[in-house]
């Protein structure tokens, strides 16, 4: 899976919130869903490159397109 640069909480659901998702709930990690997907994540500052990369992925988002959202 390729990697993507370390990103902050923040940055990643911005991005994700430009893709469609929107905030169920907020803890230890933050939860959004679309409608269909759900996916969690971590309040970690930056994220580790492979979660981020593995969150893009269950987001239904190729690497590349995560990447133009940020």
């Known amino acids: 899976m390729p990697k993507l640069p370390g ?5 990643a659901v911005r991005a ?4 469609g998702f ?3 709930r907020e803890g230890k990690h933050t939860v959004m869903t679309d409608g ?3 996916i969690t994540i ?5 994220i580790n490159a492979f979660t981020m990369g593995g969150i ?3 987001a239904g ?3 590349d397109e995560f990447k133009r959202l940020l």
């Open 61 to 63: 988002l190729s690497v």
């Open 7 to 11: 990103v902050s909480h923040e940055r």
């Open 42 to 46: 971590p309040r970690a500052n930056p």
């Open 56 to 58: 893009a992925k269950d």
């Open 36 to 38: 269909e997907r759900i």
């Open 16 to 19: 994700l919130k430009s893709a």
């Open 22 to 24: 929107w905030v169920q």
